[in-house]
């Protein structure tokens, strides 16, 4: 065989080895699904870190949520105090369902804030960092 044969046959080879499978791996999309999940971290620090509107939205909505569990708090408070240490039936549900509102609400509250990596890195420091469940004399800054 001439040394021109063996040159185009190891260019053959190398060329079956190393660029088709290259090839198929675009082709069938491997090589997408396997960087997947580094692109969607790069792109989720992009829209946590390098945007604006994220940041002010995240920081403004600590304050509107702590806000609107002192409002909670406040409304139980005063039907307590109009209902008195023994309501009716009727009064109980009512106190129930806002109580059990108002955990809602600070349940969500103590998620974002402890969210470390999104969320909770925007929450001002004067904002509690954990809500209490079981006292109802929040202060928000």
Known sequence: MSR???ALLSVGVLV???VLPIGLMFLTGTISMGTAGFRGEVKAIEVIKGSGTFKIQAYQGFFEKCEAIRAKEANINN?????GSNPD????KVLLGLMNIR???VSEYNGESHAVWTE???RDESLPYTISLERRNTICG
């Open 16 to 18: 079956l080895i190393i």
């Open 89 to 92: 039936e009727k009064e109980a």
């Open 120 to 122: 909770g890195q925007f």
């Open 103 to 105: 955990n809602n609400m």
């Open 79 to 83: 039907l307590i105090s109009v209902y």
């Open 4 to 6: 021109m044969k063996i």
